[in-house]
């Protein structure tokens, strides 16, 4: 027996040798739990490579290029309608596998993918705003510390760039609904932000470390990312506007020109079992659409405020919506003007 053969025999004998292939995952960054990538590694003997990017649109632009080489991505609900329109994502039939019954009833058929023909849930959450309540005192749970920052906050605050975020929480505080096309209302939000801008530090997405290290003493952001600023900063807490706030998912999808189909299939369904999907948590710090899941969670998320929702706060918040194209338009005109 050659060297080759004999290798090739040792391989097979201990199972090393079935490597069925890749998976590539584009996804937001710090938000994939490296051990759970792990677990389904070993269990399908599939090598995954994870690369990050920082907002739907970055996502989006690169997917409409084509050729990205990537099988699975994670958009927001407010985005997946676009990316099912625009034909591209593969329709992997997720509501029919066999994890599926594991999804909790409320996010079993959403409105952005009705009957689950394409996406499975990732993660839930809400955007709020964190402060550190060693330097101001006041009222936390209002868009006020972002869009008429207290004096104590000025030139502290920071605010994660995501356009429908922050566009709708200032319509909110003018009063207005998300997606409103009333052009009095958007002028109110587009004159606050403009005014507000000068009052803040910086347009970021990396609020959790500089709020960890106090660079920043408040910042709009969402409360997974509040949970993890709390654990190491106990004076940041996360606060819920009372002006109104939304709650948002990220769900996982198949591109259609994935080069690993059946593997992104394998993954879909992985990640709707009760004790993986609490993995995920685990790691991202938010809630995740399987019922079951709760068991399996770690004890400092299981009563933690950025995710058990406190009652007085919940009639404040509604579900982010898919804004019309005219609303879209009108959202980015504002978006450009406070850019300038």
């Known amino acids: 027996m050659s060297t080759t053969v004999a290798a090739i025999a040792l391989l097979a004998a201990t199972g090393l040798g079935r490597a069925e292939g890749q998976l590539n995952i584009y996804n937001w960054g710090n938000y994939t739990n490296p051990e759970v990538i792990k677990k389904f590694e070993d269990k399908y003997?599939?090598?995954?490579?994870?690369?990050?990017?920082?907002?739907?649109?970055?996502?989006?632009a690169k997917a409409r290029q084509g050729g990205s080489g990537f099988d699975i991505v994670v958009p927001s609900q407010t985005h997946l309608p676009i990316w099912i329109n625009e034909g591209l994502l593969l329709e992997t039939n997720p509501g029919g596998m066999e994890n599926f019954k594991n999804v909790a009833a409320e996010?079993?058929?959403?409105?952005?993918?009705?009957g689950r023909k394409y996406s499975v849930p990732w993660a839930w959450g809400t955007v709020g705003v964190v402060v550190d309540t060693g330097v101001y005192k006041?009222?936390?749970?209002?868009?006020k510390v972002i869009?008429?920052?207290?004096?104590?906050?000025?030139?502290?605050?920071n605010v994660v760039p995501e356009m429908k975020d922050v566009v709708t929480a200032a319509v909110r505080y003018v009063g207005g609904e998300q997606c409103t096309t009333d052009k009095d209302v958007l002028k109110k939000a587009r004159d606050l932000l403009v005014a507000a801008k000068p009052n803040w530090i910086a347009m970021e997405y990396g609020a959790v470390d500089k709020m960890k290290a106090g660079d920043f003493k408040a910042s709009s952001t969402w409360n997974g990312a509040g949970l993890r600023i709390r654990l190491e900063r106990p004076d940041v807490?996360?606060?819920?506007?009372?002006?109104?706030?939304?709650?948002?998912?990220?769900?996982?999808v198949v591109l259609k020109d994935a080069a690993n189909v059946e593997n992104a299939k394998l993954f879909q369904n992985f990640i709707?079992?009760?004790?993986?999907?609490?993995?995920?948590?685990?790691?991202?710090?938010?809630?995740n659409g399987?019922?079951?899941?709760?068991?399996?969670?770690p004890d400092d998320m299981k009563d933690a405020p950025e995710?058990?929702?406190?009652?007085?706060?919940?009639?404040?918040?509604?579900?982010?919506?898919?804004?019309?194209?005219?609303?879209?338009?009108?959202?980015t005109r504002i978006w450009t003007d406070l850019q300038k």
């Open 138 to 143: 006041g009222d936390i749970n209002t868009w």
């Open 307 to 331: 995710i058990v929702i406190p009652e007085a706060s919940k009639a404040h918040g509604t579900m982010s919506l898919m804004c019309s194209p005219e609303a879209d338009a009108l959202y």
């Open 272 to 287: 709707m079992d009760p004790e993986i999907a609490a993995g995920l948590s685990a790691f991202h710090r938010y809630a």
């Open 237 to 252: 807490q996360f606060g819920y506007p009372k002006e109104g706030f939304t709650y948002w998912s990220d769900n996982v």
């Open 107 to 114: 996010w079993a058929d959403p409105s952005f993918d009705p």
């Open 290 to 297: 399987v019922a079951g899941s709760e068991k399996f969670m």
């Open 45 to 60: 003997q599939v090598k995954v490579t994870v690369t990050d990017y920082d907002s739907n649109e970055t996502a989006l």
């Open 147 to 157: 869009f008429e920052t207290p004096e104590e906050l000025k030139g502290k605050v």
